[in-house]
């Protein structure tokens, strides 16, 4: 059976899925596309096999040659269609954040455990990419023992002016967030934020870098250096220290070159070079669960919980103390 895909919002990351979805994929087409901006809508239709350009999101959703929708618009959009999908009994996968506020992750929360089963996924891709599962195999098989730091690096080459100190936690730091609590296994219960000193090379409304320590109900630390304006490329790293030994990811490199004396390996540009392989990965385990009749991915508790964590990640960047984080309990849909 082939899964239908709706996409709402076919900006970078739409246009990015909506190819794999089309072209990389296995049992997947995209049937119809909707976004605020109709001539980009058109444009990616395009590229997508002429899939159909429907005028709202709604209406996407509600239609029934879409099986399956993707919501790939600005954040502050995605409670509204997710909603929608929910109402509607359609599978939905939401890409980061499933919502902004906690508030509006609560309604989806309550909106799915009254539908009594799974329909959202979230996208955090990194739960797919090679590298963080090696990481997470490594602890679970207790080759590093018990887990008690977590370094993380996460660099981009440069951002735009409308990137705000706020935002280095809600649009990228989320993943960090993610990657913690799943590596980890346990929930994240305090954050605190410390800015180092900037950047020249940043507009200069933006903490540049910006560093985070999370930690974990059993008290392990992660840390976050994150670097908006780094300049040199795309950068994601980890090391994971144990009581035993230590498990690192590196970016993955295709090939060095060794000439001249001296030896060089490219640095990925962006997300979408970096996370290409895990971004496919993630789509293809939602396609084919949906294919089987499941709901396979990071599910909205999980997406929830990283906004939870970034919204009293917001309040640690304004006020540099230690903030504790408390969550709702966990509904029996998601145990
Ligand atoms: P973008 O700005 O390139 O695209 C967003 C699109 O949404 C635009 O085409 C815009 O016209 C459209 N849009 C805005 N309001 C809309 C509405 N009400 N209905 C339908 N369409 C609407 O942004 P980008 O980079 O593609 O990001 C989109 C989402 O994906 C964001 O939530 C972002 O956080 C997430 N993202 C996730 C990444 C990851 O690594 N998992 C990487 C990049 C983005
Ligand atoms: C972007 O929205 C993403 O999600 C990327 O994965 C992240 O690295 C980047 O910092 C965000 O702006």
Redesign the pocket.
Known sequence: MTIRVGI????????DHGRKLVNVINGSTVIAV????RA?AEEVATQLDGAAVFD??LDLINSSQVDAVLV????P??AE?VLACIAAGKPVMC???LAPTVPECEQILAAEVAYGQRLVIV???RRYDPGYRQVKATLEAGTIGDALVLHNVHRNATVGEAYTSFMTMT?SMI?EVDTTRWLLGEEITAVQVVPPKRTPLAFPHLQDPQFAIFTTETGILSTVEFFANCQYGYDVRCELVGSLGTSSMVNPSVASTIAAATLSEPVPAD?RQR?GAA?TAELQAWITGLQHGECVGPSAWEGYAATKVVEVGVEAVKTGERMVIDYIEKPALYR
């Open positions: 709402i919002g076919t900006g970078l990351i739409g246009e909707t976004d605020v901006n980009r709202t999101g790939t618009s600005i954040g959009t995605h269609y890409e980061k954040p996208g955090y891709m649009d993943h997300w996370f971004y």
